[in-house]
């Protein structure tokens, strides 16, 4: 990752052009649910359908990476920072920018300072947030009193530094326990995992401090979901379901793009796929071999049999997709960015809601909403 770029130097909202296939919007509309996503170059999208048409929102946020997601708030990590916005939805529908529209509207409510930890996966814990630090190789604990407070890290680190030893990006809980986490090598020297070969990836029992699996190719997003172990195996564009004993595993699918974010909701796993980085160009990884034109977007695949079942397919806007969650019951969401950009301003107490437009603003200088073009095949 190159250095965090300030809020003020994000380009204006990209035209986001795509196509959605098969039951992709059918499905969101039956579940009642959104999903939100991580994007690179600079934006969060949300996700959602009405009456079987398709419902897309953006906010800009700077290089956004892990994220997490409760019912009423969603933390963006950046590189040295997590911002924590909070679903303001008794001003959702009020939203002068587009009155009516929204049934959940989330507003910036607290910054942690980090530090350059380039958090990956994340989760709420109460008011605090769990993540995998990944530039210190460890999992720990953000709660505003210390940059982070380190919680577990691999048993074959030997320092925490701010050296991106193994590149260590995806863990999974049981409850409270942080149950299996993976990372792209066991490499204990600086940057060390860009040496080792890509499939030398590893995922971790954590419980048992044992390495599970040493050949994995890049992979991302361990979740536990009904008790069963799902993981992507990046590099291939496969999404794998792990035996929890053995560690054997089961190709689910194979997608058209990195395999890079995972969640679950009513049988259904949502999965994130991405484009080749311009900085893998020389050497891609082997999906990025076997594709001349890997594709950046998000699939639905039925949890059981996985047979994908649609699929949103960005075409412009949008090169990569870190992370995605759901937020069922919310069919519309937006965002607001941490500059206010789109020129208002919401103050929201116990007693009272309002939204105000930003003195001195002229309208001209305002961010408009994003332009999004999404046909369906």
């Given amino acids: 990752m190159g250095a965090e770029q300030s809020p003020s130097a994000v380009a204006p909202k990209p035209v986001i052009e795509g196509v959605t296939r098969g039951d992709f919007v059918a499905i969101l509309d039956r579940l009642g649910a959104s999903l939100v996503l991580t994007t690179r170059p600079n934006l969060v999208v949300f996700l959602g359908a009405i009456d079987g048409q398709l419902t897309l929102s953006t906010a800009l946020i700077a290089q956004p990476v892990g994220l997490a997601a409760d019912h009423g708030h969603i933390a963006v990590a950046t590189a040295r920072t997590i911002i924590v916005f909070g679903n303001a939805s008794r001003l959702a529908a009020q939203y002068p920018g587009r009155r009516h529209h929204y049934d959940a509207f989330f507003v910036p ?223 519309r969401a937006g965002m607001q960015d941490i500059l206010a950009s789109d020129g208002y301003v919401s103050v929201e107490t116990p007693d009272s809601v309002f939204w105000t437009r930003r003195p001195g603003d002229d309208p001209q200088h305002l961010i408009p909403e994003t332009q999004a073009i999404i046909k369906s095949i």
């Avoid at 605090?128 to 691999?154: E, H």
């Avoid at 994908?308 to 992370?323: C, K, P, Q, R, S």
């Fill in 109 to 331: 409510r607290v910054i942690y300072f980090t530090g350059d930890c380039a958090m990956h996966d994340m989760v709420f814990s109460g008011r605090a947030i769990i993540g995998a630090n990944t530039k210190f190789s460890c999992v720990c604990r953000v709660d505003g009193d210390l940059s982070f407070t380190p919680l577990w890290r691999p048993s074959f680190i030997s320092q925490l530094r701010q050296e991106d030893r193994c590149h260590l990006n995806g863990f999974a809980a049981e409850g409270d326990e942080v149950r299996y986490v993976t990372a792209l090598s066991a490499t204990d020297t600086e940057a060390g995992w860009r040496e080792a070969p890509d499939s030398g990836g590893i995922l971790i029992d954590v419980r048992y401090d044992r390495i599970m699996r040493s050949d994995l190719c890049m992979p991302h997003s361990p979740r536990l979901v009904d008790d069963r172990l799902y993981l992507l195996n990046g590099g291939e564009g496969e999404v794998l379901r792990i035996d929890r004993d053995t560690g054997a595993s089961e190709v689910m699918a194979r997608l058209p793009g990195f395999t890079h974010g995972l969640c679950a909701h009513q049988g259904i796993l949502f999965v994130g796929v991405s484009q080749n980085r311009v900085s893998r160009k020389e050497n891609p990884p082997p999906i990025g071999r076997r594709i001349s034109s890997p594709v950046a977007g998000i699939a639905a695949i039925d949890q059981q049999s996985g047979r994908i079942l649609g699929a949103l397919e960005f075409t412009a806007g949008v090169t990569e997709v870190y992370d995605v969650k759901v937020f069922p019951g919310i069919r």
